[in-house]
Nanobody, 125 residues
Framework: EVQLQASGGGLVQAGESLTLSCAISGFGFADYSIGWFRQAPGKEREGVSCLSHSDGSRWYADSVKGRFTISADNGFNTVYLHTRSLKPEDTAVYFC??????????????????WGQGTQVTVSS
């Protein structure tokens, strides 16, 4: 059974950092990628970053480039989203999800097959 478990959210002040974790298990696919999405109240769920398991390729949304970094542990059992210089507009529920392909050049929630529960990130000004 495929499972994803996101954690690490919290309340921080603008300019601070957080590291989100996505624990993954039950994968038996030859190739897949893990993506981080976020959804703010009243807004669409948007792709933030993606990491491909096969070749380590990465994708970032323009809004987070230079501030967020995606990585994984050696066994690809946990995928991290390292966030820094957080802004109030980064406030959202953050989700991790799996796609049975590499990252590609864009992210949309319909491309992803399995989802974890969200973790709330709140950035105060």
């Amino acid at each position: 059974e495929v499972q994803l478990q996101a954690s690490g959210g919290g309340l921080v002040q603008a300019g601070e950092s957080l590291t989100l974790s996505c624990a993954i298990s039950g994968f038996g696919f030859a190739d897949y990628s893990i993506g981080w999405f976020r959804q703010a109240p009243g807004k669409e769920r948007e792709g933030v970053s993606c990491l491909s398991h096969s070749d380590g390729s990465r994708w970032y949304a323009d809004s987070v480039k230079g501030r967020f970094t995606i990585s994984a542990d050696n066994g690809f059992n946990t995928v991290y989203l390292h966030t820094r210089s957080l802004k109030p507009e980064d406030t959202a529920v953050y989700f991790c999800a799996e796609r049975e392909l590499s990252c590609g050049r864009s992210m949309h929630r319909l491309m992803y097959d399995y989802w974890g529960q969200g973790t709330q990130v709140t950035v105060s000004s």
